[in-house]
């Protein structure tokens, strides 16, 4: 054992000299972060600290993961404790990541210390730790000039969550760039917004967080296993209830992310103080949780923004009150025409509408495959939500506006194999996959929002082969075709009234 862990060290910092850890030319001087936690997190001295990681490293090995084939490592999540305590399962990243393979590493931690109103991104050149220093990507003073975000030397001086991370990211990958954020309160759908370009082939999301706290062994354990069942189905409900992760916000972000780009999480290792350092009265919960996506990505999924998507249902209510006779605003009509005009609406996709009165549906109708611009489908799809829906009459010009619209973007449909009813419920994830089945020339799907609605696989396939018209324990047999995929939904925002 000693002689494996040793060779562990001597590769381990054989990586630390090849591929380097910092540009001297840019990283000295009064805009470095400076360690604030070496000697207490993790060890101050250079040879400890790689020899602790190296250490936990050697341990990591004996885990067995299921890594899925012929996808990449996009992102991770992370525990920011005392190496002694959280160490081991942050050592699992060293299971998928290559030395080289991410030039840029976006960091999300959890404010522990200042209280920060919004999401601060550091306003220095580089992070120094004991292995060296680590620079600042350009996209770092991008982000900053962003009016969600802000900086904050009070957080730099005190918080603990990124920094204690770095030291195994800078063994593991090498050099790289790097985009420290400390996420205070924040909207996780607008940080999201402005996390989500900064995305490529070569980068790297990491969101740190710890699980739960201070809680008896069994019941910390119990805890934490529905957190992270949570997280496997990119489901970010219960999330930010008391006690289930300190880094709820930056595990939310990361999720949303995931969810816009399908990629599947990976449960790479869990463990609690208890199984370490610490008494099993007391203890703390830690996961090293991998994301996994498609290599390139060109081949993801085609992804609006908030702005974007507010747009298309717009459009839908335009089309569906001109078609009333109603009047639209000329100037408005104008404006999002010319904002409709941008190249990212001439993408081809799968659009549903749907229309509801007081929470009530009131029409649905769309198309899983188009053939045609995400603006032309989401025209089509207004009318025949509106007045070609089987199940409704037609919509009157007095219901215009009582209705609610939203709008649904799809990306393709992808057949789901499986084995039999079993593993169709392994392998489906709720809120996240709209489902279609087929047997013959029955068919019928239901989008991922119906899961709110029937939040049991069991309920939901049911539901669903009784809308196609088969038995509704069909889904039971094995005998069905399968298809998933994802949506990203916009829901009109209707002024509220004075009253």
């Not at 940080?191 to 809680?215: C, G, Q």
């Amino acid at each position: 054992m000693k002689r494996a862990s040793n060779s562990i060290f001597i590769i381990l910092f054989s990586f630390f000299l090849l591929w380097g850890l910092s540009d001297p030319d840019r990283s000295s001087g009064a805009r470095l972060r400076k360690p604030v936690w070496a000697g207490a997190f993790y060890p101050a001295n250079k040879e400890k600290l790689l020899q602790e990681i190296s250490r936990h490293t050697e341990q990591a090995q004996h885990t067995p993961i299921k890594i899925p084939a012929g996808k990449t490592l996009k992102a991770l999540i992370l525990p920011h404790a005392g190496y002694i305590y959280s160490g081991l399962t942050t050592a699992h990243a060293s299971r998928v990541i290559s030395p080289g393979s991410h030039a840029k590493v976006i960091l999300l931690g959890p404010d522990h210390r200042v209280g920060l109103p919004s999401p601060a991104v550091s306003n220095v050149e580089a992070y120094g730790t004991p292995l060296g220093n680590i620079n600042l990507s350009d996209d770092a003073v991008q982000l900053r000039k962003n009016p969600h975000f802000m900086t904050s030397t009070a957080s730099d001086r005190a918080e603990h969550s990124l920094e204690v991370i770095l030291p195994f990211l800078q063994v593991y990958i090498g050099n790289f760039k790097l985009i420290p954020v400390v996420i205070g309160s924040c909207n996780i759908k607008r940080t999201a917004d402005a996390i989500y370009p900064l995305l490529d082939n070569k980068t790297l999301l990491v969101a740190s967080s710890d699980l739960s706290h201070y809680l008896p062994y069994d019941r910390a354990v119990t805890k934490d296993l529905q957190t992270i069942t949570r997280i496997l189905q990119l489901d970010s409900s219960g999330l930010a209830k008391k006690n289930c992760a300190c880094g709820a916000n930056p595990v939310m972000i990361l999720v949303d992310i995931a969810k816009r780009l399908n990629w599947q999480a990976v449960l790479l290792h869990y463990s609690n103080s208890g199984d370490t350092a610490g008494s099993k009265s007391k203890v703390v919960g830690y996961a090293a949780i991998a994301f996994y996506g498609e290599a390139n990505m060109e081949d993801a999924t085609k992804f609006f923004d908030d702005h974007q998507g507010k747009a298309l249902v717009k459009l839908a209510r335009q089309t569906i009150t001109e078609k009333l006779g109603g009047t639209v605003d000329g100037n408005e009509s104008e404006s999002l025409k010319k904002f409709l005009t941008d190249k990212d609406f001439t993408t081809c996709c799968g659009t549903f509408v749907t229309l509801h009165i007081n929470g009530q549906l009131r029409g649905c109708i769309g198309s899983l495959t188009s053939s045609e611009s995400v603006v032309a489908g989401v025209q089509r799809n207004a009318i025949n939500a509106a007045f070609n829906d089987a199940r409704f009459r037609p919509l009157t010009p007095e219901e215009l506006d009582r209705i609610d619209i939203e709008v649904s973007v799809l990306t393709e449909p992808k057949s789901l194999a499986y084995t039999d009813g079993h593993d169709l419920l392994q392998k489906l994830r709720p809120t996240v996959d709209g489902v279609i089945i087929r047997q013959g020339f029955m068919s019928a799907t239901f989008l991922p929002q119906v899961w709110s609605q029937l939040p049991r696989t069991e309920d939901f396939l049911a539901a669903l082969c009784r809308k196609a018209g088969l038995p509704t324990d069909a889904w039971r047999t094995g005998t069905l075709q399968v298809e998933t995929y994802q949506v990203q939904y916009f829901a009109e925002e209707k002024p509220i009234s004075g009253r």
